[in-house]
């Protein structure tokens, strides 16, 4: 499987000709990366990378991971592609079946918010062949959910906000639950004005002892890479 950040939390799954777009294309909210435009007229055309079999699945509609309107446009010039949309409507958990992939869903609180921005929130566990990733998105520092969710398995990779990074117990959650950890949502500014990466980067010092398979994603795109064990490189 080829994993590559396109854009703040917007992950594109390769394998072979299926692939899958998490939370992209998404819209403008600063700190965070929009989905270039120049991606999303490829995206739109079909083009590599986003040809062949293309799913999208969403963790919620925040701007900052979804555009309804952008969704709409690229449906319109490939009506054919399946869509997993989280709303009130669907249930606490479930699994769907987009292309050759797998999605797990459950129900997770978002990150306290303004009850305005209250959304419906999910984390997906992704399965393709025998590789499995975790992506949680805007989750809730919930370890023990996280846990409950994940029953025992250990995930080939994880996708964490970087608030995962500031508690013991979330720490020694990444350790547990994935093989290659990596935070996302991180501003790629290098004047970083709401000072998210500092302090990512100032966790990752500060607790490198116990993060040796975490990386901070900081730059757009970003390609990672699982190799036949489904171990990410």
Known sequence: ?????????????????????????NGPLPPYYEFPEAEFQKLIAA???????????????????????????????RPQTKVFLPDEAAPDAGAVQLGGFTIEFYRFLHMPVPKNLAVDHFVLLVRYGG?????????????????????????????????????????????????????????IDPR??????????????????ELSSVTVLSRYPAELWTDEKGKCR
């Not at 986003?50 to 319109?76: E, I, M, N, P, Q």
């Not at 970083?192 to 002892?209: A, L, Q």
């Open 131 to 187: 590789e499995t990733v975790y992506i949680t998105a805007d989750a809730q520092t919930d370890a023990d959910l996280h846990r409950a969710i994940l029953a025992g398995r250990r995930c080939d990779a994880a996708f964490w906000n970087g608030l995962y990074l500031s508690y013991e117990q979330t720490r020694e959650l990444l350790h547990e639950a994935a093989n290659q950890n990596y935070i996302y949502h991180v501003p």
């Open 47 to 77: 083009q590599p990378p986003y040809d062949g079999s293309l799913a999208f699945a969403f963790t919620h509609t925040h701007s900052d991971h979804f555009c309804r309107d952008k969704l709409r446009r690229v449906l319109g010039a």
């Open 192 to 209: 970083d004005v709401s000072g998210i990466r500092r302090k990512c980067e100032r966790n990752m010092m500060r607790h490198s002892s």
């Open 1 to 25: 499987m080829k994993i590559t950040l396109v854009c703040n939390c917007g992950l594109l799954l390769e394998c072979g000709v299926h692939k899958l777009l998490i939370d992209a294309p």
